[in-house]
């Protein structure tokens, strides 16, 4: 057996045949779902490059395959990567079961995760790229609801992805050359332009992220949520590993105050612009933005603790940004418009998916008690050890986050009806209360559920 | 040999194929001139490439372009712009001429790559990202980024002649014609709500 097979192969082999069912949308969500509840058991139980022993069976799964001469690479280091990955392609596959983001979801949606994966799997780095725009093309027609024209969120979507495409394969190269030449300064300027530009086309960095509110905004919430907690999560991945690998880049002077800066734009940027929406499925793009804000400032602060923070603050985010997501969808569902006129009232017509979304806004915009307020905490105080002014930009942008929260509870709350209704369906309250008891669980006891999450990021050993 | 002589005249080709594309002469055209674009991006491919290795550029090319004009079933008539539109698209054209050639030097100094791998790729690119910017309908989008692309593969063929990349590459540019075609055709698609 061969991990990269396993990991890879067989998901993306999975999602064609889905392609034939996905009709049936039971059907389709058991496969995909159940499918990536094993590959996620897999990789948290299975040793790869070990032999393995279940009664008279023997067998190992080895970490490489050779395609065109190109090594797909799945080691024991990037197990806590597969595991998080899978498990989270299991809950987004199974809320799909309710949410029923249109028939394109489970297929392509699979093979958007297993395109992910290889791009994380290849060497050398610079066909990541290739994967990812492949992954990136397959996305699409998920966000393109059949019956429907194409949205302006959706092609800017593909613009800036596809822009990503030249300027990492130039920066693969030009980084190949200093290796032989590592003295040419200009080399090396061109190397740090060509791969901030393509990170920060993937990443959706200031000024590159104009399309997420707008996609939010149009596409279904579910599949926009789906494409924006893979794709910047694991891009950010791929820049750590491009960051670990060469050390003209790790060690650049610069580069801690580049990050720092555009990550301080973006959570202010999108503090502000999720405060002043009306329009709750563009704050949840503006929520995306600060989120990745965050995630950024904590790479860009060069120190153990942010690199402890980033990988922290992994499932926090997927967490949140799935029950923001799952919470659009009932609202839709119901009938309700997502916006900020239109959920008046709603604690008492939709009180799970209300709470549900006031979970996921609040825990996003890291308050206390919820599940990212740890991480942010911690975060904060190593912010505030290097700079005041920093410090300063990132609670404006945090409190703005909050004020829009905080309008959107009074909105939630007003209501001249006196009493309850629970208009939602019974699978949806499960879901939306599960995932809320697991936010809430994190924030009472991050010490329980957030130091698994280290493993992510060991592999990275020059960044420790 | 002759290919390699006469390369520049593939500038040209490509200058003209892409304005024809950014201007709109109606879908046939439309076709047409991405054909020859392709067939253009070829001739510079073969400057870096074997000729067995850069026909996968014109292979492929054509193929995109047959995947995107079978999507535009009688569209010839949405695509012509009015007079005052086809004149503010060349004006802008050739405000990016002037710019590519001012900045194609830097780029050769840069990549090392010849006058002519440098010109034509610029060009490509930058009309690509012209078309996108002008655009709103998916598939003018989608053959915006199919010239960037090529554009870029120019430069980068002179760059890395991996046959996985190549290969790679073919495929981003089949999915993203196909991509295109499904975006034009989504509406008409039986609606899911």
Redesign the interface.
Known sequence: MNAPVLWIGLPFGVAMGLFFVMRRAGLATGISAGLCLVLALLAWQAPIDQLIQIGPLNFKISSEIV????RFVLDNSQRPFLTLVYALGFAWFFGAGVA?P??LFWPAGLGFIALLVAAQAVQPF??AA??I??AV??S??ML???????T?G??RY??FQ??A??FI??AG?AAGAIETNPNDTRLLI?AAIFMGLGFGFWLAVFPFNTWVPLLTGEAHPYTAGFVLSFLPGLALFLALGFLDSYTWLRDNPNLPVVFQVISTIMVVTGGVGAAVQKDLKRAFGYAVILESGFSLLAVGLRTTVGLQAFASLLLPRFLALLLFAFALTIFEQAGVPATLEGVKGSLRRLPFASAGLLAAYFSLGGLPLLAEFPVRQALIEAVAGQSLVLLAWVLFGSLAFWGGGFRLLANMADSQEAGWKIEEKGLAVVLLSFAMLAILFIGLLPGVALPGMQGLVLRFTHLQ | MILSQYAIVAVPILMVCSLVLLVGFGWRGTQIALSVQYLAVFWLVTLSWPVGMAAVKLVVGLMASAVLANTQPGASDRDVLPPSGRIFRVLAAVLVWIVVFSVYPSVMT?THAGEDVSLGSLML?AMGLLQ?GMS?R?VR?VIG?LS??AG?EIL?AA??AS???A???A??NL??A??GS??AA????????
């Open positions: 395609i065109l001469g190109r029923r249109g028939r610079l066909f290739l994967l725009e492949m093309l397959l699409v027609p393109s609801s059949p019956g429907h024209t194409v302006q959706t092609l593909l613009i596809t822009l495409l030249p394969l130039l190269w061109q | 840069m690119m996108m709103r998916p989008v980024l960037f692309l870029f980068y760059l890395e046959v996985l990349v290969g790679l590459l495929a981003i999915s993203l196909l991509v499904f975006m989504v509406p008409a698609l039986e609606s899911d709500r």
